[in-house]
T-cell receptor, first 111, second 114 residues
Framework: NAGVMQNPRHLVRRRGQEARLRCSPM?????VYWYRQLPEEGLKFMVY????????ESGMPKERFSAEFPKEGPSILRIQQVVRGDSAAYFC?????????FGPGTRLTVL | AQSVTQLGSHVSVSEGALVLLRCNYS??????LFWYVQYPNQGLQLLLK??????LVKGINGFEAEFKKSETSFHLTKPSAHMSDAAEYFC????????????FGRGTSLIVHP
């Protein structure tokens, strides 16, 4: 039973480029969550999605960031026009009921 | 609103010594409580969880935690530390009001000395 999968594991972008991070939830899980982790900090919630619906995006920056979880395929976190401050580890989690299971993360570096 | 406080950003123990990582929470409704472990450059792995059943919860790798409502605490313990326990540990609280979205503590780095 595969766990939560994320790709790429490492992503390097130059300022102004777009970053696309992918997350495939565990089999049977219909809830996906995205978090951002900065060095020496805990995880900050960004967005909670179910298939084709954004349920809670209270942690998403108002500009440049978007997320989707289509009917088919992985969830995508998209960051447009990246800036150096976007450099962080981005984690996806999926859940069934009340417990979240995390993927290995994507480490984004903006040059 | 929920919140989690992890006392001590770093805890250092000798191999074989007791591990105690502290977590206090606040929640206005019955909480779900979790401990996760994160090894360097990896994702978070669920150690154990409390979801209103037994107050003493046993997890993987010999860890356990006790839910104490009167103290609003959910401290993590292990009787004997192993070198492989060195990692970052996160306590989290959630409830059913926001789709079980957990609020995480800032983490405690466990250092194990030989």
């Amino acid at each position: 039973n595969a766990g939560v999968m994320q790709n790429p594991r490492h992503l390097v972008r130059r300022r102004g480029q777009e970053a696309r991070l992918r997350c495939s939830p565990m089999k049977g899980h219909s809830h996906v969550y995205w978090y951002r982790q900065l060095p020496e900090e805990g995880l900050k919630f960004m967005v909670y999605l179910q298939k084709e619906n954004i349920i809670d995006e209270s942690g998403m920056p108002k500009e440049r960031f978007s997320a989707e979880f289509p009917k088919e395929g992985p969830s995508i976190l998209r960051i447009q026009q990246v800036v150096r401050g976007d450099s962080a580890a981005y984690f996806c989690a999926s859940s069934l009921e009340n417990t979240q299971y995390f993927g290995p993360g994507t480490r984004l570096t903006v040059l | 609103a929920q919140s989690v406080t992890q006392l001590g950003s770093h805890v250092s123990v000798s191999e074989g010594a007791l591990v105690l990582l502290r977590c206090n929470y606040s929640s206005s409704v019955p909480p779900y409580l979790f401990w996760y472990v994160q090894y360097p450059n990896q994702g978070l792995q669920l150690l154990l969880k409390y979801t209103s059943a037994a107050t003493l919860v046993k997890g993987i790798n010999g860890f356990e935690a006790e839910f104490k409502k009167s103290e609003t605490s959910f401290h993590l313990t292990k009787p004997s530390a192993h070198m492989s326990d060195a990692a970052e540990y996160f306590c989290a609280v959630s409830d059913d009001r926001r789709g079980y979205i957990p609020t995480f503590g800032r983490g405690t780095s466990l250092i194990v000395h030989p």
